[in-house]
């Protein structure tokens, strides 16, 4: 199992940035796939998950109406839409699944928020 994150970087508050994570070495579409972030001196936090067929999403309260959780199955790919950044969202974002009981996460790409 291989997850490769991308498209952080640098962004102004009221910014938007897309993260991709590409998967690779299992069943992508048999799969929940999850982005969790991870602010210095913090906990990694759970941000968004999407169900293995996409219809169904769950939101962390803080990015609620702000950020969207999307994949596509025939591409292998999972994608966090990111709109009206904040400077708290700054963080390393990850994607994450597990497969046979086994978390697999991504080596992470920064986000940071700042004018």
């Known amino acids: 199992v291989q997850l490769v994150e991308s498209g952080g970087g640098l962004v102004q508050p009221g910014g938007s940035l897309r993260l991709s994570c590409a998967a690779s070495g299992f069943r992508f579409s048999n799969y929940a796939m999850n982005w969790y972030h991870q602010a210095p001196g913090k906990e990694r936090e759970l941000v968004a998950v999407i169900a293995s067929a996409g219809g169904s999403t769950m939101y962390a309260d803080s990015v609620k109406g702000r950020f969207t959780i999307s994949r596509d199955n025939a591409k292998n790919t999972v994608y966090l839409q990111m709109n009206s950044l904040k400077p708290e969202d700054t963080a390393v974002y990850y994607c994450?699944?597990?497969?046979?009981?086994?978390?697999?996460w991504g080596q992470g790409t920064q986000v940071t928020v700042s004018s």
């Open positions: 994450k699944t597990t497969v046979a009981g086994i978390n697999y």
